[in-house]
């Protein structure tokens, strides 16, 4: 394919980003440079042939081909400000240069923090223009950042606590004040009494934070109130860093946050509730990101916790990461099989919707960080030489390094139980549940099944259960939430 010519620059409020069949000036409003402010993060290109007038350009998970995306780093846009950057701006699915004529959409977006590849979309402060529409090939296009996306302040119910810890253990790490973030549902009639309540801590899915779960928690007080909940302590943690999501493991990258998390911040919320402060009342579970969490939270803390409900967690058998098995030597290839056949990433409906490779290319014109596989990375690699982490794979060709595969085996679940079972095994009776759905969007069920087997062959109790068509986003149809809960309930408080 040939090349697209992208030079970019920016005078006075302005950046332009040149391709060879259209160019854009990216301009800041003056409203929003007032006092010499000045705006830095990632630019981003959006672009759609969509016939129908958006109001704002979202991208496409289920199509990599429905939105074209551009970007590069901008620092300091504002009054008088002058900045250059490389000529090739990353883009998804191929440099803009390669769009035919046509209509389109267009808008540019200034994520100012850079985790538009965690959020897979603007968040709380990111500038944004209005969508424009264009004709391909034109000259020059020009946008003005106008609007401001805003922080959204989520109204919590009266019962609901949003907990900042800083951990000593973390601030050490980096070598800066690092807060544990928690937002905590108290059941109805925790007012009414002293008695201590089983604890349930809950970890979201990629691209979520601690707050997400508060517009759920009216449904859950109301369910608690019925009496089709039991009443426990909801703890809803947060895995969002700047590197993505941390997973509660303690790694090279991000830190030890599984061990602040244990020995620092559950204490802490202990004393502020009345959580019950034994493994019997201690709960975990997570959806996705969050399923592999608490799996491993469970595993690397057995005697710490009373059980864990895992749904649809990433890949805990390494024999299956999304397709690739990442345990042979010499590695495989991270986009094909040995036959050149693309591993699919994402199916929905019965349809092959994205492989690994157009998911990778989409995920670095986002950022170069933040975004999944480059979250992976920061839980699983070890530290390279320039203080990142180090990739596991070469994002043009998708060959693996094998240094870096050898460094993921000791985040590998299925391995891990493996390997310890002798000390695990006894500390883990009763613990396990994991749920997936038999036709998961991302294959995650093939890792399960993977798992499964080890766990048989180990003589463990582990509970899997596979829900016959779901995928995963409509496992938790048919109250699954709640009849989760009520088997928490039935181990902290059998004798009720």
Same mark, same amino acid.
């Given at each position: 394919?040939?090349?697209?010519? @992208?030079?970019?620059?920016?005078?006075?409020?302005?950046?332009?980003?040149?391709?060879?069949?259209?160019?854009?000036?990216?301009?800041?409003?003056?409203?929003?440079?007032?006092?010499?402010?000045?705006?830095?993060?990632?630019?981003?290109?959006?672009?759609?042939?969509?016939?129908?007038?958006?109001?704002?350009?979202?991208?496409?998970?289920?199509?990599?081909?429905?939105?074209?995306?551009?970007?590069?780093?901008?620092?300091?846009?504002?009054?008088?400000?002058?900045?250059?950057?490389?000529?090739?701006?990353?883009?998804?699915?191929?440099?803009?240069?390669?769009?035919?004529?046509?209509?389109?959409?267009?808008?540019?977006?200034?994520?100012?923090?850079?985790?538009?590849?965690?959020?897979?979309?603007?968040?709380?402060?990111?500038?944004?223009?209005?969508?424009?529409?264009?004709?391909?090939?034109?000259?020059?296009?020009?946008?003005?950042?106008?609007? @401001?996306?805003?922080?959204?302040?989520?109204?919590?119910?009266?019962?609901?606590?949003?907990?900042?810890?800083?951990?000593?253990?973390?601030?050490?790490?980096?070598?800066?004040?690092?807060?544990?973030?928690?937002?905590?549902?108290?059941?109805?009639?925790?007012?009414?009494?002293?008695?201590?309540?089983?604890?349930?801590?809950?970890?979201?899915?990629?691209?979520?934070?601690?707050?997400?779960?508060?517009?759920?928690?009216?449904?859950?007080?109301?369910?608690?109130?019925?009496?089709?909940?039991?009443?426990?302590?909801?703890?809803?943690?947060? *895995?969002?860093?700047?590197?993505?999501?941390?997973?509660?493991?303690?790694?090279?990258?991000?830190?030890?946050?599984?061990?602040?998390?244990?020995?620092?911040?559950?204490?802490?919320?202990?004393?502020?509730?009345?959580?019950?402060?034994?493994?019997?009342?201690?709960?975990?579970? *997570?959806?996705?990101? /969050?399923?592999?969490?608490?799996?491993?939270?469970?595993?690397?803390?057995?005697?710490?916790?009373? /059980?864990?409900?895992?749904?649809?967690?990433?890949?805990?058998?390494?024999?299956?990461?999304?397709?690739?098995?990442?345990?042979?030597?010499?590695?495989?290839?991270?986009?094909?099989?040995?036959? *050149?056949?693309?591993?699919?990433?994402?199916?929905?409906?019965?349809?092959?919707?994205?492989?690994?490779?157009?998911?990778?290319?989409?995920?670095?014109?986002?950022?170069?960080?933040?975004?999944?596989?480059?979250?992976?990375?920061?839980?699983?690699?070890?530290?390279?030489?320039?203080?990142?982490?180090?990739?596991?794979?070469?994002?043009?060709?998708?060959?693996?390094?094998?240094?870096?595969?050898?460094?993921?085996?000791?985040?590998?679940?299925?391995?891990?139980?493996?390997?310890?079972?002798?000390?695990?095994?006894?500390?883990?009776?009763?613990?396990?549940?994991?749920?997936?759905?038999?036709?998961?969007?991302?294959?995650?069920?093939?890792?399960?099944?993977?798992?499964?087997?080890?766990?048989?062959?180990?003589?463990?109790?582990?509970?899997?259960?596979?829900?016959? /068509?779901?995928?995963?986003?409509?496992?938790?149809?048919?109250?699954?939430?709640?009849?989760?809960?009520?088997?928490?309930?039935?181990?902290?408080?059998?004798?009720?």
């Amino acid at each position: 394919m040939k090349k697209a010519l @992208v030079f970019v620059f920016i005078l006075l409020q302005t950046v332009i980003i040149f391709s060879e069949n259209v160019s854009f000036q990216v301009g800041v409003d003056s409203s929003l440079t007032k006092e010499n402010q000045t705006y830095s993060g990632k630019l981003l290109i959006l672009i759609t042939n969509s016939s129908r007038r958006l109001q704002i350009i979202h991208p496409n998970f289920m199509n990599p081909k429905a939105v074209y995306v551009a970007s590069t780093d901008a620092n300091h846009l504002g009054q008088e400000r002058t900045f250059d950057f490389h000529s090739n701006a990353t883009a998804s699915p191929e440099k803009i240069s390669a769009l035919p004529a046509g209509k389109y959409q267009v808008m540019a977006v200034l994520d100012r923090d850079w985790d538009f590849g965690y959020h897979f979309d603007m968040d709380g402060g990111d500038l944004y223009s209005d969508v424009v529409p264009i004709e391909i090939p034109t000259q020059k296009i020009s946008l003005t950042l106008s609007k @401001v996306v805003p922080k959204k302040k989520p109204s919590l119910p009266e019962n609901v606590h949003v907990v900042e810890f800083e951990s000593s253990k973390l601030s050490n790490f980096w070598g800066r004040s690092i807060k544990m973030q928690a937002s905590v549902l108290l059941p109805p009639n925790y007012k009414k009494g002293d008695k201590s309540y089983p604890t349930v801590y809950d970890v979201h899915g990629f691209g979520g934070s601690h707050t997400h779960a508060i517009r759920h928690m009216h449904t859950l007080n109301s369910e608690m109130r019925q009496g089709t909940r039991p009443e426990m302590i909801y703890v809803y943690l947060n *895995g969002n860093c700047s590197l993505g999501h941390h997973v509660f493991a303690d790694s090279a990258n991000n830190g030890p946050w599984g061990t602040a998390l244990v020995k620092e911040f559950i204490p802490h919320l202990e004393q502020k509730f009345r959580m019950d402060t034994k493994p019997k009342g201690r709960f975990l579970t *997570g959806h996705s990101s /969050g399923g592999w969490s608490t799996l491993w939270i469970m595993i690397t803390h057995p005697e710490f916790f009373g /059980g864990v409900w895992s749904t649809a967690p990433d890949p805990v058998d390494f024999r299956h990461f999304t397709g690739p098995n990442l345990t042979l030597y010499p590695p495989q290839n991270m986009y094909a099989n040995d036959k *050149g056949e693309p591993y699919t990433l994402v199916r929905f409906q019965g349809r092959e919707v994205m492989s690994i490779e157009q998911f990778v290319v989409q995920e670095r014109a986002f950022g170069s960080f933040g975004g999944q596989f480059a979250s992976f990375e920061a839980v699983f690699s070890p530290k390279g030489r320039d203080g990142q982490p180090m990739p596991i794979f070469c994002r043009e060709t998708g060959i693996i390094d094998p240094v870096v595969q050898k460094a993921w085996e000791k985040y590998d679940i299925a391995r891990t139980l493996q390997n310890n079972w002798q000390e695990l095994g006894p500390k883990l009776q009763g613990k396990i549940r994991i749920i997936v759905g038999t036709k998961d969007t991302f294959y995650l069920n093939e890792a399960v099944l993977l798992l499964e087997k080890v766990l048989k062959e180990l003589k463990s109790d582990a509970v899997i259960e596979y829900i016959e /068509g779901g995928d995963h986003f409509n496992i938790y149809e048919n109250d699954l939430s709640k009849r989760i809960a009520r088997e928490m309930y039935k181990v902290a408080r059998p004798e009720e």
